[in-house]
């Protein structure tokens, strides 16, 4: 393997903080995580325990066949940013793009607000 390869890992629905423990053993350079669904779960154990490995924030629910709005998605977004750094933040779906018909729409609007919660940071970064 390459130097500069990184390892993703993903993990679904699960006690954050508990796996926050276990991540920090792991030889994984990013976890990615469901939190679209959570209802502030993840963000809260990241309060209490920040993590040393980048971030993938869920923030669309593939479960759903709605398409969430850009506003939500920002919404979760300036909200990891202040408990995650950005150079360490990845923005994803949940969990891939299971439900058919919505992953185009979905992943624009998802862009869509990385782009914008982006242009806002000082840096523009």
Same mark, same amino acid.
């Given at each position: 393997?390459?130097? !500069?390869?990184?390892?993703?890992?993903?993990?679904?629905?699960?006690? /954050?903080?508990?796996?926050?423990?276990?991540?920090?053993?792991?030889? $994984? !350079? =990013?976890?990615?995580?469901?939190?679209?669904?959570?209802?502030?779960? @993840?963000?809260?154990?990241?309060?209490?325990? +920040?993590?040393?490995?980048?971030?993938?924030?869920? =923030?669309?629910?593939?479960?759903?066949? =709605?398409?969430?709005?850009? %506003?939500?998605?920002?919404?979760?977004?300036? %909200?990891?940013? %202040?408990? =995650? +750094?950005?150079?360490? @933040?990845?923005?994803?779906?949940?969990?891939?793009?299971?439900?058919?018909?919505?992953?185009?729409? /979905?992943?624009?609007?998802? $862009?869509?607000? $990385?782009?914008?919660?982006?242009?806002?940071?000082?840096?523009?970064?």
């Amino acid at each position: 393997m390459k130097d !500069d390869t990184q390892i993703h890992i993903h993990r679904c629905y699960c006690d /954050s903080h508990e796996m926050l423990d276990a991540i920090e053993g792991m030889d $994984a !350079d =990013v976890i990615s995580l469901e939190t679209s669904r959570s209802s502030g779960v @993840l963000p809260d154990a990241l309060r209490e325990k +920040p993590c040393s490995r980048g971030i993938g924030l869920g =923030v669309c629910d593939i479960h759903s066949p =709605v398409v969430p709005d850009t %506003e939500t998605m920002r919404n979760l977004i300036r %909200e990891a940013l %202040e408990l =995650v +750094p950005a150079e360490t @933040l990845r923005v994803n779906p949940d969990c891939g793009l299971k439900t058919r018909g919505e992953p185009v729409e /979905s992943l624009r609007r998802m $862009a869509d607000a $990385a782009r914008q919660v982006r242009r806002e940071a000082p840096d523009g970064k």
